[in-house]
């Protein structure tokens, strides 16, 4: 399958080359050239399938090209090797957990799925690959993670000093081998700048091959639908209409969930729950998409002003307004509304919702209000440890720390620090 790019359906990658490149060289996102529904017997027996084989059927026909049968395989089951439960909390309300792998949170899928290919693809290359990523927090965790010990890649994470939960940061600082951490001193736009600013130098691209690792990149972005089927597998037998609420902020989570309804997954209804960054939940209503700067909030990890892959659900429905509604449902909540909700859901439950798993909670509660009768489920996109403070002071308890996390809490923090672009390149032309 050939991806096209967004700006320009003439200019085209296979997904190989869309994932090295991340991003089309007229600057647009990739986009599969096509989507072809899986069968109907899939999805009626999809119970006596594995999570395995599930994955391997969903993703095969956009990477088939470039990455054969048996390698698929083997970088799906080096992708997928935890669970992801769907957890009744209220009557016709469950969620999906998405906190189950090695840094807790869901970007562990995509950004496994992207490491092993581009480990897959640099088999027999003479040239190391650099990712270059930056991260307010959760993207450089899992990111290090997935591509720690990938042979041919090298990986640079830079994170905005002092900005990320302690957590984060020795996520991204205490693994060693193929990945370094680098800490600037200033916020997460300066650290993003840098990386866009080494994309564009040649005195470093014309000796070096970089690539990026952000929700952009196909190889991110695509594997995420593999959960929602999962989610369906665990939800069919409820034998009520499937409504999705996921708490977005670069909206490539609920896009990938929504490739999976083109897939054929039956399923009545997405619900893009948002913080105050409310740019997409005011196109939803007025079919006018106006970027604004993003404003800081309990749920960071969604804190997007701009959202980098809205443009691809708008394409997805060939950006007919009317259409797309009938689809899908954007709510905007107040940190205020999330915090009383993680509060009442927790004495009402006993349930522990990190913020942004709160988030999707307000939101198919809001569509729910007038679709009573249907089975809701909101993704938890992260375990709540990783935003500890904000759950320690809204709820009052610490949550266990789970032993992944323990693990990289006794370890030694290994960062270089740097404050201005040209120590960034100088190290890039020396390594
Ligand atoms: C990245 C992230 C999100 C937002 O996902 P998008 O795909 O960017 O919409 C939500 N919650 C958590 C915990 C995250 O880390």
């Known amino acids: 399958m050939k991806f096209h790019s967004l700006n320009n359906r003439s200019n085209q990658a296979s997904f190989k080359e869309a994932v090295i490149a991340g991003i089309a060289p007229d600057k647009g996102l990739y986009f599969p050239e096509s989507i072809t529904p899986l069968s109907q017997d899939f999805f009626e027996n999809i119970e006596e399938l594995s999570n395995h084989e599930i994955a391997f059927r969903a993703i095969h026909q956009f990477v088939s090209d470039d990455i054969p049968d048996n390698a698929l395989k083997e970088i799906i089951s ?14 016709n309300v469950a969620t999906l957990e998405l906190f189950h792998g090695p840094t807790m949170a869901f970007k562990d899928v995509g950004a496994r799925f ?7 693809f640099s088999q027999g290359e003479k040239q190391d690959v650099t990712v270059l990523v930056a991260t307010s927090g959760d993207t450089g965790g899992a990111v290090a993670n997935g591509f720690l010990g ?8 830079l994170y905005p000093s002092g ?33 866009k600013t080494a994309f564009l130098d040649t005195e470093i691209t014309d000796h070096k091959k970089l690539t990026s690792a952000n929700s952009i990149n196909v190889a991110r972005w695509l594997p995420q639908l593999f959960y929602f089927l999962f989610a369906y597998k665990q939800a069919k037998s409820k034998g009520k209409e499937i409504v999705f609420s996921v708490p977005s902020g670069n909206f490539g989570n609920i896009c990938a969930g929504m490739v999976a309804q083109k897939l054929g997954m039956p399923v009545k ?29 309990i749920s960071n990890a969604m804190d997007v002003g701009d959202p980098s892959n809205f443009i691809r659900i708008r394409h997805l429905y060939k950006d007919d307004l009317g259409t797309l509604q009938k689809h899908l449902s954007s709510y905007s909540f107040t940190d205020k509304s999330t915090k009383v909700t993680m509060k009442a859901i927790h004495s009402k439950t006993g349930y522990v919702m990190d913020p942004h798993g709160a988030v999707g909670y307000l939101g198919l509660k809001e569509f729910q209000k007038s679709h009573p009768d249907t089975y809701g489920i909101f993704l938890e996109t992260a375990h709540p440890v990783k935003f500890l403070d904000v759950v320690e002071e809204t709820l009052g308890l610490t949550p266990q720390i789970p ?10 923090k290994k960062s270089i620090s740097i404050a201005t672009y040209e120590e960034l390149k100088q190290f890039l032309l020396k390594h």
């Not at 032993?403 to 030694?412: E, L, S, T, Y």
């Open 114 to 120: 992207m490491a092993n290919c581009l480990g897959y």
């Open 78 to 91: 080096n992708t997928l090797d935890f669970d992801f439960p769907v957890v009744d909390i209220e009557e």
């Open 163 to 195: 900005k990320v939960s302690e957590i984060q940061e020795k996520q991204l600082t205490t693994l060693g081998q193929n990945i370094e951490a680098m800490e600037v001193d200033g916020v997460f736009d300066d650290c993003q700048r840098m990386v």
């Open 269 to 297: 209804h997405f619900v893009a729950s948002t913080n105050a960054n409310d740019v997409v939940p005011k196109f939803m209503e007025n079919g006018v998409y106006k970027p604004m700067a993003s404003i800081a909030t």
């Open 150 to 157: 990938v042979d041919g890649v090298q990986v640079l994470i």
């Open 403 to 412: 032993p992944q996390i323990k693990k990289v809490m006794n370890k030694d």
